[in-house]
């Protein structure tokens, strides 16, 4: 079982930036994919980025491609999103997960955090 927990939302203006943490804990595995996926008010869940534990691999939705950054930290357990020129379409709340695969691409794993909420004024 792992559990994770997301911080760093909050509230920015339109072509700002904000960085995203999501802290992993259980240490059930030792490989798996970590990815980033959103639900904005009155839309369904969409998947943002993820990136393969150990191998390098990055995925990102193109909505986001060129804006948002992924990566992670194998010593803290911790994968970032650096978000940068936010939209106002960018507010949702944010969830960290967790894929019990070295590579996931797109596709969600079992893992959920709570999430942290984004929000971007016009």
């Known amino acids: 079982q792992v559990q994770l927990v997301e911080s760093g939302g909050g509230l920015v203006q339109a072509g700002g930036a904000l960085r995203l943490s999501c802290a992993a804990s259980?240490?059930?595995?030792?490989?798996?994919?970590m990815g980033w996926f959103r639900r904005a008010p009155g839309k369904e869940r969409e998947f943002v980025a993820s990136?393969?534990?150990?191998?390098?691999?990055?995925y990102y939705a193109n909505s986001v491609k060129g804006r948002f950054t992924i990566s992670r930290d194998n010593a803290k357990n911790t994968v970032y999103l650096q978000m940068n020129s936010l939209k106002p379409e960018d507010t949702a709340v944010y969830y960290c997960?967790?894929?019990?695969?070295?590579?996931?691409?797109?596709?969600?794993?079992?893992?959920w955090g709570k999430g942290t909420l984004v929000t971007v004024s016009s």
């Open positions: 990136i393969s534990w150990s191998g390098g691999i990055t």
């Open positions: 997960n967790g894929a019990r695969v070295k590579d996931a691409g797109p596709t969600p794993g079992n893992y």
């Open positions: 259980g240490r059930t595995f030792s490989s798996y994919a």
